[in-house]
């Protein structure tokens, strides 16, 4: 599964909340404005400036962009430490302010079931495109998984 797979199979609803949630003051402080204004071919970052863009960088998500869809990720989950942190926190996975060391193996703290405990736990909490995008990005960049989590609803059950 590719990251664009993971924006695609949460739907372009989810993808418009992603887009904005964005904090600019966040990609500031990580020094990535400049490259995701370049890479998401924006004249200047600002909450209007995305907004009008979704239906264009959605357009590049669905065409396979998968090094603007891996930049994309990075802005998204940068503007959402508190919540990676909180997450991370609740599975006991050691972190460093929300990430992880780089000598560091994370997933034997992915234990069966991890997926629904975290959306349990945080549903309601977090806006639930962002926690989706978040638990789907680590299913995708650590566990190798091959199809995007949804939570089964109440109804379905």
Not at 13 to 34: H, N, P
Not at 118 to 131: K, M, Q, R
Request: charged content about 20%; glycine content about 8%; cysteine-free.
């Amino acid at each position: 599964m590719h990251i664009s797979a993971v924006y695609l199979g949460l739907g372009q609803d989810a993808f418009a909340q992603l887009i904005r949630g964005i904090s600019i003051g966040k990609l500031k402080t990580y020094q990535i404005y400049e490259g995701f204004k370049v890479r998401a071919h924006l004249q200047k970052v600002n909450t209007e400036s995305l907004r009008k863009a979704v239906p264009k960088l959605w357009e590049r998500i669905g065409a396979g962009d998968e090094d603007f869809a891996k930049d994309l990720a990075q802005a998204v989950l940068v503007s959402h430490l508190d919540m990676i942190t909180a997450v991370l926190d609740f599975l006991t996975i050691p972190h460093e302010n929300g990430f992880f060391s780089k000598d560091m193996d994370p997933k034997p703290y992915f234990t069966e079931g991890w997926e629904g405990r975290v959306y349990e736990n945080f549903h309601g909490t977090w806006p639930e495109a962002i926690l989706l995008f978040y638990m789907n990005h680590l299913r995708w960049e650590l566990l190798g998984a091959e199809e995007v989590y949804q939570p089964v609803s109440p109804s379905a059950a």
